[in-house]
């Protein structure tokens, strides 16, 4: 992959006006309180998978914290890897993490994600979520209980709390994956 | 194809998509609503296990065959090491022969219990998901306390097992025992009466016997169609020729009798956990192995989804010579292909999903020229080939 231009910090901070402000606390707050999450799954053993339902589930019952499962990468604002990344679903996982709208974080779950885990130096797999993609949270384990997936998901939120111009910061990490355009839906 | 090429739309499914939480492209070729072509485009999950196998010692493998599939995970491993075992002429002692039964049936239950709920799902009616994962996760604190996991359970190794049944804990999964029996009967009369499972499901993706004995189906769908055949009872291991049990046959074939087989084959794991836990003999959990193993076998094992199958090829080594692996989901997608050609494009997943496909065992891999973003299948021959002209130059 090609490192496109970085983006023109200068002229977004212009943007940020008195208005932008107030409405920036806003859409933190809302986002905090509601992060969708998208589960991909890149080559996992199902072990991470079936413990990420099993947190949305009953037991735990995530939602209660605005924690919802999405069908598509233009809901999510979370993607939840699982899985070493296999080289054929290396493009898959570039092309959903582009899909998905700004402010995106990526959340993996697993020791195969975080590393490769037993898989690594597999002739087929690429040693771990964040040789693709940019990384917030890892979740270790194999596979981690739901309550540490749980943690993860908690640790997140304070994340995007703490982050405040999210936008900005967020996407300086992510420039090495061609999304360089329009950040002023944010303001 | 050319001849009405307005009506036909070809339809990718994957391999992010919402229905199966594994990555997995189904093409579909849809004319209207009806499905007249369908191919699944398997290699998303393959991560070159049989491979990375042949590299490591055989106690580290166990932990490698254990993540070929996180819900089967315990079949994986105990079928490997039963077959270690066979190659080194060593028997697991008799309570560890308990101890896997014991497991393996608890990790039916629970296999059982989350098809269900994804079946469940599939079908829109999310209330009985949740209602049976929700009673699942008895039986995943069974796991955890016994075996100090709840996924991979690291319960197998070569000659025996790791954790042993505390008496304590023995008592406690006795008084849990009428309960988990009460949350089947639940599920069982939810199954059995609601009228949108049975909208849904009955008549919905029949494997006729004839289709089943030519796609060569294993398991619960096998069964489901007709076919009498249990490895636990036609070709014992563990200890099953010791308790007494029911399979379980329906001759339909639909979804609907697989849900009923299924739910029939919990309450059977449910008489053989009550018979272990009464039966379970005392003594060692483990026998020694010698360290340098020689010869073959082929090892199986009736998991939650089918016939299990593993074949290990020791020559005076550690690290096995070759391992293979042959999942139930391999058998199965290939009755579920047939199935859906005829049905509409809504009942795809529900047809799917009802074999219990479990992608992470089964996946082959494919060659693509990246260059040219061509895929293209190698026969055996040209792998062979491959195979000699890759150890000749040496890169492996």
């Not at chain 1, 901070?13 to 809302?30: E, H, M």
């Not at chain 2, 008592?171 to 049975?198: N, Q």
């Not at chain 2, 060569?216 to 049990?245: H, M, Q």
């Not at chain 2, 379970?280 to 009736?302: C, H, M, Q, T, Y």
């Amino acid at each position: 992959m090609e490192n496109p231009p970085l983006v023109k910090k200068t002229l977004q901070k212009k943007r940020v006006g008195i208005f932008s402000r107030f409405g920036l606390k806003i859409t933190t707050w809302a986002r905090k309180r509601s992060p969708w999450l998208l589960h991909m799954n890149t080559g996992s053993c199902n072990g991470c998978d079936i413990e990420i339902l099993a947190a949305l589930t009953p037991r735990l019952d995530a939602e209660r914290f605005g924690v919802k499962l999405v069908g598509s990468p233009r809901h999510a604002d979370v993607l939840v890897c699982t899985g070493p990344v296999t080289l054929e679903m290396e493009e898959a996982l570039i092309q959903t993490y582009q899909q998905m709208p700004h402010p995106k974080f990526v959340m993996v779950v697993g020791s195969c994600g975080a590393t490769g885990g037993v898989f690594k130096n597999s002739y087929n797999v690429k040693n771990g979520v964040d040789q693709v993609i940019p990384v917030d949270i890892y979740v270790p384990g194999c596979p981690p209980k739901p309550e540490a997936i749980f943690m993860g998901i908690a640790q997140l939120i304070q994340k995007i709390e703490n982050l405040g111009l999210i936008g900005e910061e967020k996407q300086e990490s992510s420039s090495n994956t061609q999304e360089v355009e329009t950040m002023e839906t944010i303001a | 194809m050319s001849k009405l090429p307005s009506k036909r739309t070809e339809i990718n499914v994957g391999p992010q998509h919402p229905a199966l939480k594994e990555p997995e492209t189904f093409k579909v070729v849809i004319e209207g609503e009806k499905v007249v072509e369908a191919e699944p485009i398997l290699g998303h999950v393959h991560r070159g296990i049989e491979k990375l196998a042949e590299s490591r010692d055989y106690n580290k493998v166990l932990y490698l065959a254990e993540r070929i599939c996180g819900i089967c995970s315990f079949a994986h491993q105990a079928n490997y090491a039963k077959g270690v075992e066979m190659i080194a002429e060593v028997e697991a002692p008799p309570r560890a022969q308990y101890l896997r039964m014991l497991v393996a049936e608890l990790e039916r239950l629970h296999s059982h219990m989350l098809w269900v709920g994804v079946l469940a799902h599939e079908i829109g009616f999310d209330t009985y998901y949740l209602l049976v994962w929700k009673d699942r996760e008895i039986i995943m604190d069974m796991l955890e306390d016994l075996t100090g996991n709840r996924v991979n359970y690291g319960m197998n190794k070569v000659g025996g097992v790791r954790q042993d049944l505390s008496p304590e804990l023995k008592k406690e999964f006795i008084e849990k025992i009428p309960l988990i029996r009460e949350k089947l009967e639940e599920i069982k009369t939810i199954a059995l009466e609601d009228p949108t499972i049975k909208a849904r499901c009955n008549n919905v993706g029949i494997i006729s016997g004839e289709l089943a004995r030519q796609t060569c189906v294993t398991g619960p769908t096998a069964r489901a169609s007709g076919i009498n055949w249990d490895l636990r009872r036609d070709s014992p291991y563990f200890a099953y020729d010791e308790v007494k049990f029911n399979v379980p046959i329906s001759e339909k074939g639909d979804v609907f009798s697989k849900i009923v087989l299924r739910i029939e084959e919990m309450f059977e794991s449910v008489n053989i956990i009550e018979q272990v836990l009464e039966m379970i003999p005392d003594g060692e959990i483990f026998n020694k192995v010698p360290s340098r193993l020689n010869g073959k076998a082929v090892s199986r094992i009736e998991a939650p989804r089918g016939e299990n199958f593993h074949y290990i090829d020791f020559r005076e080594s550690k690290q096995p010579y070759r391992m293979r692996v042959r999942a139930p989901t391999y058998a199965n997608l290939a009755s579920s292909v047939k199935v859906l050609i005829g049905h509409h494009i809504a009942d795809v997943p529900v047809i799917v999903a009802a074999n219990d496909p479990c992608f992470s065992c089964t996946d082959r891999t494919l060659v693509i020229d990246k260059d040219r973003g061509k895929k293209k299948l190698l026969t055996k021959e040209q792998l062979r080939l491959l195979g000699i002209k890759t150890y000749k130059e040496g890169i492996l």
